[in-house]
């Protein structure tokens, strides 16, 4: 039972121009929907986060959008550098459970051409 | 250094071995995990820790074993490593009520 599913193994963007990572999800008691970032060798960073009551959230270039009906989230990079080449995971978070657990999806691999 | 660790970095070893993972951290988290990272599988949670000496099994906890004496210290032993436990693993904390979690710098283990 895969809650959180990233169907895009993969997406090639051109600098400048803008990358849609899409998550889709199952568990409608998720409160929280959070965007992850993994460059290799390295351990998975927080990238933004947003709330179910919201339908988006925007931090610099990122932009998180919910769409609760559909259980479908995206996140936009405008515009895309080079260095955003990266897996990207979205995961969900429950509350009311106690230990802050996530479910994370499959993962996307970036890759931002120069 | 602050934050959260992991060691070893790389790990070889040969099936049927125990090998144990450390994982340590410094801002005095009360939850901690650990996950596990394949393709096509995304990170998924082996066991979690709620506090010292609470852990609870997650979504892949068959072969793995874990405690928590201290908290700042989950370490992850695979009693008889198999090839299926070749992975990368990543340790990771949170303060409750919070979803955010920190990740450690992963450790590759392979067995052979």
């Known amino acids: 039972d895969q809650q959180v599913k990233q169907n895009s193994p993969s997406l090639s963007v051109q600098e400048g121009r803008i990358s849609i990572l899409n998550c889709d999800y199952t568990n409608s008691m998720f409160d929280y929907f959070l965007w992850y970032k993994k460059y290799p060798a390295e351990g998975p960073t927080f990238l933004i986060s947003i709330s179910s009551i919201k339908d988006k959230n925007e931090d610099g270039r990122f932009t998180v959008f919910l769409n609760k009906s559909a259980k479908h989230l995206s996140l936009h990079i405008v515009p895309s550098q080079p260095g955003d080449s990266a897996v990207y995971f979205c995961?969900?978070?429950?509350?009311?459970?106690?230990?802050?657990?996530?479910?994370f999806g499959q993962g996307t691999i970036l890759t931002v051409h120069p | 250094d602050a934050g959260i660790t992991q060691s070893p970095r790389y790990k070889i070893t040969e099936t049927g071995r125990q090998v144990t993972l450390m994982c340590h951290q410094t801002?005095?988290?009360?939850?901690m995990f650990w996950y596990r990272q394949d393709l096509g599988h995304g990170l998924r949670l082996i066991y979690y820790s709620a506090a010292a000496d609470i852990t609870d099994k997650g979504e892949v906890p068959d072969g793995y074993v874990v405690s928590r004496s201290k908290t700042e210290n989950f370490p992850l032993t695979l009693e008889s490593a198999t090839r299926s436990q070749t992975s990368v693993y990543f340790c990771a904390s949170t303060l409750a009520g919070t979803y955010e979690q920190y990740f450690g710098p992963g450790t590759r283990l392979t067995v052979t």
């Open positions: 995961a969900g978070f429950q509350g009311g459970t106690s230990y802050g657990k996530l479910t």
């Open positions: 801002w005095s988290h009360s939850y």
